[in-house]
């Protein structure tokens, strides 16, 4: 047997452990980036094989919290594929304007980068005092990091370039407070937003939405979770109501294809059917 | 680690089945890298139907320009990667910019938006460490020009589960760099320049492909 055939034994009784000791069940997740992730942190933990890992994640919850870490961690930047951001301002915008109130849930919010840039396109369309967004993620660190909603500075300011081709309309730096090397985005932005943990491979729906984002979150599951996550989507969405997912991902080979239309197949961009 | 298990153990372990050609051949370009990737795929056979992955360092705002630019330099079937889609022979999978393209050991592809690699999104490293994961020996990887020293860590492991490594002579590449920390690190035998890659690539992969079409030669009776 050679050393890649015993590495995803290892793999998976390491994910298994995980799963049986605390409950997070990354055994459905896209393998191919699990097993990256595993074996780098393998080499930043010291140990010599993956297989040491699995006694420590039984008896060492700090080491597990850190590959849990490891594992879970996306990542994203504000306003990222500006095309989406134009798409949304063109196909989801004057829709959303016939609802006097509307809720949002943008599921795997990660650091919450893209959660701001949303809110920054809703106010700038006069949308945001109309709008409620449920912004979660399962990863606890990365959620704390979306509600204080401090970055990078310079991370900020790379950012300028692609809330231009997003259709933006004013200066970017309005929207945040720099200090020193770090900035915080406006307050205003905040007031219409509420972070949460949910996990989409073990909790529940979450209520009557308008609109749902979820971007670059459905590469990582594998097509079993995609379904599940999938699902939660369009139980949760009202008829009538939009999907967004990331340029990448696909309706197409899923369960609920046919409960949805394209409204563009480039920004991915779908409507929920309007008749149950 | 070490291999010599098979030895110490009165049980006897049986070895996998093996397959007769090569699974895939990921190539990883950059900084001057088109040039050397239109001679390559300009001098593959019609006949040669080994997928091809590749990862090309791109600007983000690409858009699927690349791949739509490379499939007017080649007969062969040029797309941008989609994730979960499965590998098909005679195709070229283009990393989409922004993101890593990666391998599943059922035969799909897979992409992800984790933190670059070498400052890079799509990593050639990424990519020939997933395919060497899943392929093993049954991989070539190929190193072309560029600026940066990705790739080489990816080709180490290609070489140690196994597979095949080329490297573009770094004399012939525009930017040297890339293949020639390939080279060092991963102590790769085969440097050429890229018409001779092509050849290569056929001489590796194309007899076994047609031992595979005609079985009656392999299977004695019949």
Redesign the interface.
């Known amino acids: ?5 015993r ?2 034994i290892e793999i998976d009784l390491l994910l298994e452990a995980v799963f049986r000791r605390y409950g997070y069940d990354f055994r459905s997740y ?4 699990i ?3 595993t ?1 780098v942190f393998q080499h930043t933990s010291g140990c ?2 993956i297989a040491e890992m699995i006694p420590k994640v039984l008896y060492d919850e700090g080491f597990f919290s850190q590959l849990a870490q490891t594992l879970s961690v ?3 930047e504000m306003f ?1 594929d500006p ?1 989406f951001y134009l798409s949304f301002r063109e196909n989801v915008v004057p829709l959303l304007k016939t609802w006097p109130h509307f809720k949002v849930w943008h599921a795997g919010c990660a650091t919450g980068e893209e959660v701001y840039s949303l809110a920054i396109v809703l106010k700038e369309e006069g949308l945001l005092e109309r709008a409620t967004l449920y912004a979660t993620d399962f990863n606890d660190r990365s959620l704390s990091i979306a509600k204080e909603g401090i970055y990078d500075l310079d991370s900020l300011r790379k950012a300028t370039e692609s809330y231009q081709l997003a259709g933006g309309k004013k200066s970017f730096s309005l929207y945040y407070h720099a200090q020193y090397d770090a900035a915080a985005m406006d307050a205003e932005l905040k007031k219409r937003l509420t972070f949460s943990n949910h996990n989409l491979a073990s909790d529940h729906v979450f209520g009557d939405m308008q609109l749902i984002l979820c971007r ?1 979150v ?3 599951f594998n ?1 079993e979770l995609q379904n599940r996550a999938l699902g939660l989507f369009t139980e949760s969405l009202v008829h009538g109501g939009f999907l967004c997912l ?1 340029s ?3 309706l197409q ?1 899923s369960s609920v294809r046919d409960e949805y239309v394209k409204l563009d197949p480039k920004a991915k961009i779908y409507k929920r059917t309007a008749t149950p | 680690m070490s291999e010599g298990d098979k030895e110490s153990s009165p049980w006897r372990v049986p070895s996998p089945p093996r397959s007769g050609t090569y699974g895939a051949v990921a190539i990883g370009a950059s900084a001057g890298g088109l040039r050397s990737l239109t001679a390559i795929l300009q001098g593959l056979p019609a006949d040669f139907s080994v997928p091809i992955l590749l990862a090309q360092h791109l600007h983000s705002t690409d858009e699927g320009r690349f791949a739509d630019h490379l499939s007017e330099l080649t007969s062969r079937t040029v797309v941008d990667a989609i994730d979960k889609v499965s590998i098909q022979p005679r195709t070229l999978y283009v990393a989409p910019a922004d993101y890593h393209l990666l391998v599943e050991r059922d035969g799909t592809l897979a992409l992800s938006i984790d933190a670059r690699v070498n400052y890079s999104r799509p990593s050639i490293d990424v990519l020939f460490e997933s395919a060497a994961h899943v392929f093993g020996p049954r991989l070539i990887a190929v190193i072309l020009s560029g600026a940066s020293s990705d790739g080489a860590r990816g080709m180490l492991v290609v070489k140690e589960l196994g597979g095949v490594g080329i490297a573009e002579a770094p004399k012939n590449a525009e930017f040297p760099l890339m293949p020639q920390a390939a080279i060092d690190l991963a102590h790769i035998e085969i440097v050429l320049p890229p018409d001779r890659i092509a050849k290569k690539l056929s001489e590796l992969c194309i007899p076994a492909q047609r031992a595979l079409s005609e079985p009656a030669q392999h299977g004695g009776s019949k």
């Open positions: 047997m050679n050393r890649a055939e590495e995803h896209a393998r191919a980036s097993e990256r992730r074996r010599a094989t996306t990542v994203t990222r095309f670059n459905l590469i990582y097509r990331g990448k991902e696909e080979f």
